[in-house]
């Protein structure tokens, strides 16, 4: 809440005029270090993140991540954490409604080479989202610089398994069921615009 006052009435001198870049960058650094001295009781070190463009999802994640996620940001500088999240929800939504109706088009845009031919796209199971309750980043890594972040989604599927005719064998396309997957996107920074799906991993 009060990080979120603070950008606020910062916004509102940036629109009154009465701003100046200096002071406005000082400004950052003392209200966002003072909030992760209070929520994590630490030392921060300004070389862990970037007190410029830190966001509220990033100020929740544990120290190591926010370091991975800062050495994301230093390679790609438009790389934003909660349009990721927001983006790769969108993109496994759309994976598994590709993969439920054998979509190999779609398929092949959203994952990596190595997915696509293991996926069976001929399956009689079927997957199909009703909505997306939670997307967390739950896991970071940085190898020169190929990235790779791992969503956890919680989300509520139709899941059916259809005959040759469509006949429901199994399952229901009323009656939803509620399940968890961990989904890891990968994308070399220097070479690709857009992020692949790699691995899924699902629960019930």
Avoid: H
Avoid at 32 to 50: P, S, T
Avoid at 52 to 61: D, F, G, I, K, P
Avoid at 181 to 198: A, G, H, M, N, P
């Amino acid at each position: 809440m009060l990080l979120c006052t603070f950008l606020i009435i910062n916004r509102l001198m940036k629109m009154l005029g009465q701003y100046d870049q200096d002071e406005d960058r000082r400004r950052n650094n003392t209200v966002i270090m003072d909030l992760m001295r209070k929520k994590y009781n630490l030392k921060v070190n300004e070389k862990v993140i970037n007190p410029q463009v830190v966001s509220a999802t990033e100020l929740a994640l544990p120290e190591e991540t926010r370091k991975v996620i800062n050495d994301i940001k230093n390679q790609d500088m438009d790389f934003d954490i909660d349009s990721f999240i927001n983006k790769a929800q969108k993109a496994y939504v759309m994976y598994l409604n590709a993969v439920a109706s054998s979509d190999s088009d779609t398929i092949k845009n959203l994952a990596d080479k190595d997915l696509y031919e293991k996926i069976s796209i001929r399956s009689n199971k079927k997957i199909t989202i009703d909505n997306v309750d939670q997307a967390t980043l739950i896991g970071a890594a940085l190898f020169g610089d190929r990235a790779i972040l791992t969503i956890g989604f919680s989300y509520k599927a139709f899941i059916f398994t259809e005959d040759e005719n469509g006949n429901i064998m199994s399952g229901s396309k009323e009656k939803p069921q509620s399940r968890k997957s961990q989904v890891t996107f990968c994308r070399y920074l220097s070479q690709e615009k857009s992020w692949k799906i790699t691995k899924e991993v699902s629960e019930k």
